[in-house]
């Protein structure tokens, strides 16, 4: 945390010294809750998001970064005026009481410590997140003097294709080869001026892996109807298990290496048709909160879920639509922010994330702890076994932030 407060208040004293955002940027009061505050508002969006997804593809599997799709569109928040901004705002949950000017500095300040903090051995987590211009368009300086990094000109106009290319080699490099093809062939026209690229990507090492040898294939019951055989990871362990009635969900914590990370693995009770909608529509930031507190006990659990690597593409512009920023798509966008000529608008969004979820990991103090605790428990272990559709979370402790989530509803999707 100290080494947060630092950065924060390099942040502070270095950048918006203009008139980008407002008659005069250096007025605004340095407000120390802004990171806070950012964080509570990407919550709040965050379940409204998921739950827009899920109604767009109720049979399907889901899987995306709402922390990289939130930070994403603050960019083009950052870049917009007028309506805009209003309804980019009004989706994004940010509060007449939030300035751009702190906005900026928490979003800066975010990027800095994750960039710092990067040396993890325990996981990795890359958020590629930025904004392609055309070079025809005339930037006003003050965002590219604050948002450089974050803005890259490219020659739409004369070399569609070759400019999706540099951008999805970006996008390979920035995770490590793991996301690849991000904007599809003819994703990129003569005429587009913005592209808003955005992927993330990661993968964790368990506090307390499963033991490789235990994995075995056995049924997932993908619906009344219809099951499959996929590999399952077992394990028996020390978890924090629970039931929640509010959510509808079996509750279990899997902890990432390092602590600060975690899955959370909500299963309904039982294999039925609306149990995952029930409990993403039933999701509040506050129930959220009581699942994710550290109060309740672990418990021993008998652990079985499926192993599974996961890739999606989320087509962002039919999502946000109906979140109600469809105005960012249309000519009549207002981006006077980020440039003085007309007609500047968004034609797409796209978003992709993946997930390896292995048996992987170290054999962690968590493993030894687990046979420690056994005999002392005459009670049967609880059974957590994850063999229909569930949702996933993966929990960012220090900032309390959904990094990734997902519903596992079809292997064979
Ligand atoms: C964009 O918004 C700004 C600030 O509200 C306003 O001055 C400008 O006229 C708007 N531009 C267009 C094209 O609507
Ligand atoms: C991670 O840290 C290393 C130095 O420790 C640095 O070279 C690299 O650019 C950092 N990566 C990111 C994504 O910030």
């Known amino acids: 945390m100290l080494k947060l407060g630092i950065i924060f208040f390099f942040a502070l004293t270095t950048s918006v010294s203009s008139q980008c955002f407002y008659k005069d940027d250096s007025a605004k009061k340095p407000n120390p809750e802004a990171r806070l505050s950012l964080y509570k508002n990407q919550m709040e969006f965050t379940l409204n998001l998921f739950n827009t997804i899920n109604n767009a593809v109720p049979d399907d599997n889901i899987f995306f970064s709402p922390f990289s799709v939130y930070h994403a569109l603050l960019l083009g928040y950052f870049a917009a005026s007028g309506e805009t901004e209003k309804s980019l705002k009004e989706s994004l949950r940010i509060s007449d009481a939030q300035d751009k000017v702190n906005l900026l500095m928490a979003y800066k300040v975010d990027k800095r410590s994750r960039a710092f903090n990067n040396n993890s051995d325990s996981y990795e987590f890359t958020n590629a997140n930025k904004m392609f211009v055309d070079n025809e368009l005339h930037l006003r300086q003050c965002l590219l003097d604050i948002l450089g990094e974050e803005i890259e000109a490219l020659n739409f106009h004369q ?47 368990w506090a307390s892996k499963f033991p490789a040898e235990r994995t075995k294939k056995q049924v997932f019951f993908v619906s009344e109807t219809r099951q499959t055989l996929v590999p399952f990871m077992r394990q028996k362990g020390i978890f924090h298990y629970m039931v929640s009635d509010e959510l509808g969900a079996q509750i279990l914590e899997l902890p990432y290496k390092g602590n600060d990370i975690s899955m959370y693995i909500l299963l309904p009770p039982y294999s039925m048709k609306e149990g995952v909608t029930n409990i993403i529509a039933n999701l509040t930031p506050e129930r959220l909160a009581t699942v994710v507190e550290e109060g309740y006990m672990g418990r021993e659990v008998v652990v079985e879920i499926p192993k599974f690597t996961m890739e999606r593409t989320l087509p962002l512009r039919p999502i946000l639509e109906t979140l109600g920023v469809g105005d960012l798509f249309k000519p009549s966008a207002n981006f006077s922010t980020l440039s003085d000529d007309d007609g500047i608008n968004f034609d797409d969004a796209i978003h992709k994330a993946k997930i390896q979820v292995d048996e992987e990991g170290t054999v962690a103090a968590a493993a030894t702890a687990i046979f420690g605790f056994r005999s002392s428990r005459p009670a049967e272990p609880s059974r957590f076994i994850a063999n229909f559709p569930f949702v996933y979370i993966l929990y960012e402790r220090p900032t309390s932030s959904i990094l990734f989530m997902g519903v596992y509803r079809d292997p064979k999707k």
């Open 159 to 205: 070399n569609p294709e070759q400019s999706r290319l540099h951008i999805n080699e970006w996008v390979s490099r920035i995770t490590k080869n793991n996301i690849n093809d991000l904007i599809p062939v003819y994703g990129i026209m003569e005429t587009t001026k913005l592209v808003l690229a955005n992927a993330a990507y990661f993968k964790g090492v």
